[in-house]
């Protein structure tokens, strides 16, 4: 099959003040150092290659106090240039959804400020037909109506059940319309079996791959960024036609974050 590169439009946050003073997820550990000095050099290289791979990349000021506002996919959900605020569970990130959602207000977007919990395209992801949502540690069930309802796409609910994978974005990626990849063991049984009916084409990857966060990839159709470390997930992708590159963000990985974490796609108005 051939595959299609398209142009997206990302929006992105430096990880200027990037640290592990808490811990929300079961990768973040305090008593681990960070080298945000590192962090910063491997976050520019991502950026730089989605601008060589020929897309758009805004920035948002990242503020001081909010080490994980990086992880800029947490920060809102874009849809036909409709954009639904992100609220956190954790009150460590509270103040990450008015930030984000000021941007978005500042540069013209509809906008919603959510009553209900979710965390943006951690937990919310577009495919061709739906709007995939994550539950189980973070995204409230309400949220999910409250998503549908704001941004007009039938919504899928999925129940994650390993607290490793605990926003849908560590355990799935939509790589093109409706061709994801994802890992079986992150969803519950009813779950598995609502992803086999919805994507029965799906490419499947083992538990080593996705410890790796190698389902945190973006992809604009051909090009798949995704860690380096998850050589099993690119070898299936290329079997596939897909073009996997591979990036180090291991000292964002210390926050539980990866590639699709640092960015948040902008889908506009047609």
Not at 25 to 45: F, Y
């Given at each position: 099959?051939?595959?299609?590169?398209?142009?997206?439009?990302?929006?992105?946050?430096?990880?200027?003040?990037?640290?592990?003073?808490?811990?929300?997820?079961?990768?973040?550990?305090?008593?681990?150092?960070?080298?945000?000095?590192?962090?910063?050099?491997?976050?520019?290289?991502l950026y730089e290659l989605y601008v060589s791979l020929g897309h758009r990349v805004d920035l948002i000021d990242p503020l001081p106090g909010l080490p994980d506002m990086v992880y800029a996919a947490n920060g809102a959900t874009v849809v036909d240039g409709r954009v639904l605020g992100a609220r956190f569970r954790n009150a460590e990130r509270a103040d990450e959804g008015p930030a984000y959602l000021e941007w978005f207000r500042a540069h013209g977007f509809t906008t919603h400020d959510p009553v209900h919990i979710n965390e943006g395209e951690g937990?919310?992801?577009?495919?061709?037909?739906?709007?995939?949502?994550?539950?189980?540690?973070?995204?409230?069930?309400?949220?999910?109506?409250?998503?549908?309802?704001?941004?007009?796409?039938?919504?899928?609910?999925?129940?994650?059940?390993?607290?490793?994978?605990?926003?849908?974005?560590?355990?799935?990626?939509?790589?093109?319309?409706?061709?994801v990849v994802y890992y079986p063991g992150a969803f519950s049984a009813g779950s598995r079996a609502v992803l086999r009916r919805l994507f029965p084409d799906a490419v499947l990857v083992e538990e080593a791959d996705a410890e790796v966060f190698g389902l945190n990839l973006m992809s604009d159709g051909l090009n798949v960024v995704l860690p380096e470390a998850a050589t099993g997930v690119a070898a299936r992708l290329r079997e596939r036609g897909f073009r996997p590159v591979g990036v180090d963000l291991s000292e964002l990985f210390k926050g539980g974050g990866s590639v699709k974490c640092c960015t948040l796609e902008i889908r506009e108005a047609a």
């Open positions: 099959m051939t595959r299609t590169a398209r142009p997206r439009r990302f929006l992105m946050c430096r990880p200027t003040h990037f640290e592990v003073s808490y811990a929300i997820n079961p990768w973040m550990d305090p008593a681990k150092p960070v080298d945000t000095d590192l962090a910063v050099a491997q976050w520019q290289r937990d919310l992801l577009l495919t061709g037909s739906h709007l995939l949502a994550g539950r189980g540690f973070r995204s409230a069930l309400a949220g999910h109506a409250e998503a549908q309802e704001f941004l007009g796409r039938p919504v899928v609910g999925l129940d994650l059940v390993d607290p490793r994978f605990y926003h849908l974005d560590t355990a799935l990626g939509v790589l093109d319309a409706d061709q």
